[in-house]
DNA sequence: TTCTGTTTGTGTACGGTGTTCACAACGACA
DNA sequence: TGTCGTTGTGAACACCGTACACAAACAGAA
């Protein structure tokens, strides 16, 4: 964060150093606090303390800003799913790893989306999100995509013999739908307000159809 | 429709006669082209012939108005699983036919995702899209909304002895959770752009797997 | 150092949007 | 016929994205 106080930054120098950071932070912000409606090029320089259209010497239009911030929501996302493995236990029976891996990548995704709806929401919304799936802006520290972070759970699950390599084909895109349509439920859907206990249930009942239907 | 031509269609009388009509099928066109976003208050009554301000005596603002769209928006897709459920043979075995029934309603959900992407994410766009999700604004000619629709598939599933009454409570959300996702991978992401041979099979594999894991 | 060129932020302007409000036209009903 | 509530008009406001000419700051060559 680059200015915590309230009122423009109040630059002294004429360059601002870091235009295309504080943008994409102030961009960030906004689409934590309302989707990606609320993240706007104007409000975005505002905060930055400059004019709204120094910010085209940085991105080409607001669009650009907006995926900018979609690929910085992927990232945080990814980082979730990371957080919810680096917790497991190591060691144990392989084949019961590598199912906690799988849920622990499910389980992330949906305390993402609840934590964060406004993020979750934007990572999301972008024309072409979801399309490169493998963009390095969109990876967590361990330099995966949220998507990237399924397949390597699923090839887990194959390594250890729970799936049957036939099954393999295709099966990221089952689980992410099963998830993400959960997340949506959760977050915009009849599912709201449901407390943690009641959202780890139901994820896992949804965890639970996923392994047994894989 | 009210005017197919190009251009204002020129009203005769001062009055317009169902002016809250007109601006909901405009809107719905908009939303057909390009979404939520798109549905532009303006363009609405320009489309309608008639002054921007006019729309606020039937819409308290351009949130409503939307609000209206998304209805509109699932009431279709409600139409486009009833339709997919009316194709169906009768009679036979009660189990087979409960269970395609529970297909009907997934590819019905997934076809109109496909066939109609502006007004399936606007149907899910709105703030509180599935909140209510039985309101009679959003139901297809049979009256039931698209969630009612796969509560009665699951129903008659129970019914047919196919699914343990155990494991009916919260089968919806599972259900719905694994269509809408992936519905939202077929047309936002890396799914995009398959065939409808292949979009078949995949929704064919996506609920194999909801069956097998409810 | 000074001169020159490139990068980056400024100021102003344009068209588009949602929204408000006083006013005018109409329809209905006494 | 007169009156009143409903519905559409016109002009205004603030906000948005975007474009453009200009100015300030830096970087490197002379």
Redesign the pocket.
């Given at each position: 964060m680059t200015s915590t106080g309230i009122g423009p930054p109040k630059?002294d120098?004429?360059?601002?150093?870091d235009?295309r950071r504080a943008l994409l932070e102030a961009g960030t912000e906004l689409a934590r606090g309302g989707g990606s409606d609320a993240v706007?090029?104007?409000?975005a320089t505002r905060r930055a303390g400059?004019?709204?259209?120094?910010?085209?010497?940085?991105f080409a239009?607001?669009?650009a800003l907006l995926d900018a911030v979609c690929s910085a929501a992927q990232a945080a996302l990814a980082i979730a799913m990371e957080e919810e493995l680096d917790g497991l236990p190591n060691g144990g029976d392989p084949a019961e790893a590598a199912r906690a891996r799988l849920r622990a990548v499910g389980t992330g995704y949906l305390r993402f989306a609840q934590a964060e709806p406004g993020l979750f929401r934007t990572a999301f919304s972008a024309s072409d999100n979801l399309r490169s799936a493998a963009s390095p802006s969109r990876a967590g520290e361990g330099g995966l995509t949220p998507f990237q972070l399924l397949s390597a759970a699923l090839d887990g699950l194959v390594e250890a013999g729970v799936l049957p390599p036939e099954r393999r084909l295709g099966a990221e895109f089952l689980a992410w739908s099963a998830v993400h349509g959960l997340a949506m439920l959760l977050i915009d859907g009849p599912l709201r307000g449901l407390d943690h206990a009641q959202t780890q249930d139901i994820g896992r009942h949804l965890i639970d159809m996923v392994e047994r239907g894989l």
């Open positions: 630059r120098t004429y360059r601002h150093g235009l706007v090029l104007r409000e400059v004019a709204p259209s120094a910010a085209y010497r940085h239009d607001r669009r």
